[in-house]
Nanobody, 117 residues
Framework: QVQLVESGGGLVQAGGSLRLSCAASGSTFSFNVMRWYRQAPGKQREMVAAITGGGHTNYADSVKGRFSISRDNDKNTVYLQMNNLKPEDTAVYSC???????????WGQGTQVTVSS
């Protein structure tokens, strides 16, 4: 079965950095688009960043210039480097990908990021 496991969240002061990881297993992900989403309390979930199998990236306007998504296909892992964090970045961050083999979208359980002012 496909599993996505996020890690790397935590509490950080404004201006600090964190690197999130999303480790995938149970299928082949080299060609998959991998995405990071976040959901803050009382707000809708929003896409933060995405990366294609070929390494093309896309970012939400709110994180451009501060966040960077990357992937290591040998490790089936996607990363989200978050710099210059702001209190409004506080949210649960989750990764997802659509797996053709199972014709469905898979989500990880999420990791909490809290940025104090």
């Amino acid at each position: 079965q496909v599993q996505l496991v996020e890690s790397g969240g935590g509490l950080v002061q404004a201006g600090g950095s964190l690197r999130l990881s999303c480790a995938a297993s149970g299928s082949t992900f080299s060609f998959n688009v991998m995405r990071w989403y976040r959901q803050a309390p009382g707000k809708q979930r929003e896409m933060v960043a995405a990366i294609t199998g070929g390494g093309h990236t896309n970012y939400a306007d709110s994180v451009k210039g501060r966040f960077s998504i990357s992937r290591d296909n040998d490790k089936n892992t996607v990363y989200l480097q978050m710099n210059n964090l702001k209190p409004e970045d506080t949210a649960v961050y989750s990764c997802n990908t659509f797996v053709v083999e199972f014709s469905r979208l898979f989500w990880g359980q999420g990791t909490q990021v809290t940025v104090s002012s």
